[in-house]
């Protein structure tokens, strides 16, 4: 089988990348936002879609549910939902990412049954689905596991108070969606605050939805509305801004990132001061200028608005570099160090405590080595250790990166990077 990879040429001895970088929309708004066409009666258009690999594998299960997706502008796309959706998940593309588990409570909703596999997606931990599972159920719903598969029922889905076990961002925006097509009234206590659960809550809103405190713990849903169309603007993707932004400040020199939302990204932003970048902020773009001799600090990832989780990869590449030592510590997932024995191999100082906590030494030089992508983000993590290394670094795997960064190489050439995608031959 044909795979692809990244081949990197080092950037040390080579000029600073220079330009600007923009910003496409946000996976994690996105896919959401596909997901809701199912619980609309007419078509709705989502603006500013990015041509990522997770956002084809939605259109591939939703077109499989029924629902015609149609392009209809350069990133514009329609969805129209069928009058009666299929309930069963595709299993071989379900398994391939973690968003399809969002359409589990919209189709429930909708036709009173699902059945689809456990989720796939990034390798960075067990990613349980418990809190979506007892949501459902406290909702009415009867579960049935056969093997990798999850069967719900349902009559009739009733509104009802539920409190998460987990601030989960999918559960929280899956949940909001299913009690938008129920009769009476959900309240979700210890939701997650991730600014894309809002969006998704003023995009239904804006088609008839009655959705309070999406972006709080406390979101109060009265159901039961009929939703006909809308239409959805993604916002910039502030995960991909925070990864340019450790580009600009280990690489650059005048790079700008534009189509981004500062206002989103406060706990890298910090980050970066602290380690010595000097961040300016315009309304909608930043411009990063890493210091002479970077400087350590401590990152602990939290919820949002704390330092995100889907940085600390990317992020760990700065610490290599900073002189003094730096604490890592992941508090979302359990297995979101695994990466750091490749950064290991390339020739940074890296203690691992527990799965949760690294300690980096820094600065080293890092020398260019083959790895695979384990997951988006710590595959993004490799290119930019790759960037700054000596010599080649080949990073396998690249439909991990393609995943949620559209076409990376270009983008990151036309600033000055050298990125060859390479196919393999398997
Ligand atoms: N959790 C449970 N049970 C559940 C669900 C979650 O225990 O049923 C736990 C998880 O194990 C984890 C914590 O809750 O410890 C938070 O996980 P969450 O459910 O919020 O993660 P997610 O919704 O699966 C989304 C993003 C991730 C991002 C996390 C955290 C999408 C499609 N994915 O995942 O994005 O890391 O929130 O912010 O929105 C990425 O973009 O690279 C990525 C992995």
Same mark, same amino acid.
């Given at each position: 089988?044909?795979?692809?990879?990244?081949?990197?040429?080092?950037?040390?001895?080579?000029?600073?990348?220079?330009?600007?970088?923009?910003?496409?929309?946000?996976?994690?708004?996105?896919?959401?936002?596909?997901?809701?066409?199912?619980?609309?009666?007419?078509?709705?258009?989502?603006?500013?879609?990015? /041509?990522?690999?997770?956002?084809? %594998? =939605?259109?591939?299960? @939703?077109?499989?549910? $029924?629902?015609?997706? !149609?392009? &209809?502008? +350069?990133?514009?796309?329609?969805?129209?939902?069928?009058?009666?959706?299929?309930?069963?998940?595709?299993?071989?593309?379900?398994?391939?990412?973690?968003?399809?588990?969002?359409?589990?409570?919209?189709?429930?909703?909708?036709?009173?049954?699902?059945?689809?596999?456990?989720?796939?997606?990034?390798?960075?931990?067990?990613?349980?689905?418990?809190? /979506?599972?007892?949501?459902?159920? %406290? =909702?009415?719903?009867? @579960?049935?596991?056969? $093997?990798?598969?999850? !069967?719900? &029922?349902? +009559?009739?889905?009733?509104?009802?108070?539920?409190?998460?076990?987990?601030?989960?961002?999918?559960?929280?925006?899956?949940?909001?969606?299913?009690?938008?097509?129920?009769?009476?009234?959900?309240?979700?206590?210890?939701?997650?605050?991730?600014?894309?659960?809002?969006?998704?809550?003023?995009?239904?809103?804006?088609?008839?939805?009655?959705?309070?405190?999406?972006?709080?713990?406390?979101?109060?849903?009265?159901?039961?509305?009929?939703?006909?169309?809308?239409?959805?603007?993604?916002?910039?993707?502030?995960?991909?801004?925070?990864?340019?932004?450790?580009?600009?400040?280990?690489?650059?020199?005048?790079?700008?990132?534009?189509?981004?939302?500062?206002?989103?990204?406060?706990?890298?932003?910090?980050?970066?001061?602290?380690?010595?970048?000097?961040?300016?902020?315009?309304?909608?773009?930043?411009?990063?200028?890493?210091?002479?001799?970077?400087?350590?600090?401590?990152?602990?990832?939290?919820?949002?608005?704390?330092?995100?989780?889907?940085?600390?990869?990317?992020?760990?590449?700065?610490?290599?570099?900073?002189?003094?030592?730096?604490?890592?510590?992941?508090?979302?997932?359990?297995?979101?160090?695994?990466?750091?024995?490749?950064?290991?191999?390339?020739?940074?100082?890296?203690?691992?405590?527990?799965?949760?906590?690294?300690?980096?030494?820094?600065?080293?030089?890092?020398?260019?080595?083959?790895?695979?992508?384990?997951?988006?983000?710590?595959?993004?993590?490799?290119?930019?250790?790759?960037?700054?290394?000596?010599?080649?670094?080949?990073?396998?795997?690249?439909?991990?990166?393609?995943?949620?960064?559209?076409?990376?190489?270009?983008?990151?050439?036309?600033?000055?990077?050298?990125?060859?995608?390479?196919?393999?031959?398997?």
């Amino acid at each position: 089988m044909a795979t692809s990879g990244f081949l990197i040429k080092g950037f040390s001895n080579r000029k600073p990348l220079e330009g600007l970088l923009r910003v496409t929309g946000a996976k994690n708004a996105v896919l959401k936002a596909q997901a809701a066409s199912v619980l609309f009666k007419d078509k709705i258009l989502l603006r500013n879609v990015p /041509f990522i690999k997770d956002v084809g %594998k =939605m259109n591939e299960l @939703l077109e499989d549910l $029924g629902v015609v997706v !149609e392009q &209809k502008g +350069k990133r514009s796309f329609s969805f129209n939902a069928p009058k009666v959706l299929k309930t069963d998940l595709n299993s071989s593309a379900a398994k391939l990412f973690r968003s399809s588990v969002v359409l589990s409570g919209p189709i429930l909703a909708r036709e009173g049954k699902v059945r689809f596999p456990h989720p796939g997606g990034c390798v960075i931990g067990q990613r349980p689905i418990d809190v /979506f599972l007892d949501a459902f159920q %406290k =909702m009415g719903a009867e @579960l049935k596991i056969q $093997g990798p598969f999850y !069967e719900l &029922k349902a +009559k009739k889905l009733k509104g009802t108070e539920i409190f998460f076990k987990a601030q989960s961002v999918t559960a929280t925006e899956t949940v909001m969606m299913t009690a938008v097509l129920v009769n009476g009234i959900t309240v979700l206590h210890n939701c997650a605050c991730e600014p894309e659960i809002a969006c998704l809550a003023k995009f239904l809103n804006s088609a008839g939805a009655n959705i309070i405190g999406a972006g709080t713990h406390t979101i109060i849903v009265r159901g039961g509305n009929v939703l006909m169309s809308g239409v959805f603007n993604t916002p910039p993707d502030r995960i991909e801004a925070g990864t340019f932004a450790v580009i600009a400040a280990l690489c650059g020199k005048n790079l700008k990132i534009a189509n981004c939302d500062p206002s989103q990204m406060g706990a890298v932003l910090r980050a970066l001061s602290e380690v010595g970048a000097s961040v300016e902020k315009g309304k909608n773009c930043l411009l990063i200028k890493g210091p002479r001799a970077l400087r350590p600090t401590d990152v602990k990832t939290n919820a949002y608005p704390g330092f995100s989780t889907d940085l600390q990869a990317p992020f760990s590449v700065v610490l290599t570099q900073a002189k003094g030592r730096s604490l890592l510590f992941e508090t979302i997932f359990e297995g979101r160090l695994n990466y750091l024995s490749d950064l290991k191999r390339m020739g940074a100082n890296i203690v691992a405590c527990d799965p949760h906590r690294a300690i980096i030494t820094g600065p080293t030089r890092l020398t260019g080595r083959e790895t695979k992508s384990p997951d988006l983000r710590a595959g993004l993590a490799f290119l930019i250790a790759g960037m700054v290394a000596d010599g080649d670094s080949l990073v396998n795997n690249a439909y991990n990166i393609d995943r949620g960064y559209e076409k990376i190489e270009e983008r990151l050439n036309a600033v000055g990077a050298n990125i060859k995608r390479i196919i393999n031959n398997e």
